[in-house]
């Protein structure tokens, strides 16, 4: 038997564990800063708000790609681009209609996009596959959408931003010039957020060479989790459990409660901003609006008084996930695509990042403290 003698670790001789690697920097990048003791966040050198009033989701996509906002014509040759790239391959359109229907959206999504690799010309590269990717991801959530709910798939349209593109297939109408706006604004504030879970997902896998169809599918089962993109579908299904207790509902008395048992309420905390999202400003806004235009005023009074007390007892503030709920509901999209929605806003960011990793990569490869037995001794099993 081989002789290993090896000594106990010693654990002063590590560094502290960084867990979740809270607090580290492992990359420089151009995509996005965020403060999160202000709460500013920026996209290649434009603020959010600056976006957020100005930019369409097409011009932001440009500038993650380019860290620089396109001229009228670049703006364009993108739109042109990504209007003519919707249509999905038909072995994929073929998936959507013939899988579960009781499937989780993301589970599909996460699917056809790893399925979209096999169909792409190998000589297009990168920034056309971020192109691809980028127009068929609507494409794919709405026609899953139509197929279970039994209703016939609405094929796109070559013409429209991507906003208004993605209501008229999901709802078979055309959207009005509102509903576009806050779609619109909603793709805007997703985009793009620095070293988030699915980014450094991407990024991990771009980091050994992989393929990028292979970084934005691992980056979307990462924003699958409650814990990240997720969690705008698990606020909705907390407002919609309160909604069901009637005249007893009390948002107050629910939140305490969670807290009181130690559980995590969605929509609440963030590892990098320590005070409001300031996307959650924007999204604030449009809740209030759209709550009261459409009837649901009381998903926003309860949204407020959750917010008041988790402040109240927590120093809690909502991130980006908490209105963004009651803003897609509003406009009638069901709770279980919300992360969807985030994911084809995302895939501009996740694909940034990956052109910024592979333009200067190293593989990716942390350490672990290993602290487990050493020089156990071999018993063979009839005498273990
Ligand atoms: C997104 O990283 C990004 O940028 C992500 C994102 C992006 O754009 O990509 O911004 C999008 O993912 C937003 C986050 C969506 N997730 C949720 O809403 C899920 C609920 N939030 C929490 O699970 C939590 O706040 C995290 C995961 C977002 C951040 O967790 P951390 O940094 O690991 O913080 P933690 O869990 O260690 O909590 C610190 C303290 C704890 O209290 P103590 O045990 O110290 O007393 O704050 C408490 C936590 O219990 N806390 C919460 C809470 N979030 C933190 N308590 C109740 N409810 C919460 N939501």
Redesign the pocket.
Known sequence: MAEHNLQKIDLSEYPHINK?L?GIVAFSTTKSFIDGQSGDLIYSGYHIDTLAENATFEEVCFLLWNDRLPNKQELDDLNKQLRNKRELPEPVLSYIQSTNKKAEPMAVLRTAVSMLADFVDETEGDNSYAITLTAQMPTIIAAFDRARNGNEIVAPLNEGSTAFNFLYMLNGEKPGEAAERTMDLCLVLHAE??M???TFTCRTICATESDIFSAVTGAIGALKG????G?NTAVMKTLLKLKDQGDDADPVAFTKGK?DRKE?????????YKTFDPRAVHLRKMSKTLSEETGHEYLYEWSEAMLKTMKDE?N?DP???FFSATVYYSIGIQPDLYTCIFTMSRVSGWTAHYFEQKANNRLIRPRALYVGEKNLEWVPAEKR
Do not use: C, T
């Not at 409650?226 to 993109?229: D, E, F, I, N, Q």
């Not at 995590?264 to 990098?272: E, P, Y």
């Open positions: 979740g809270d957020h620095g988030n879970a699915s409650p814990l990240h993109g969690a807290l995590k309420i969605m929509g609440f905390g963030h590892r990098v927590k809690i991130n980006v996930d």
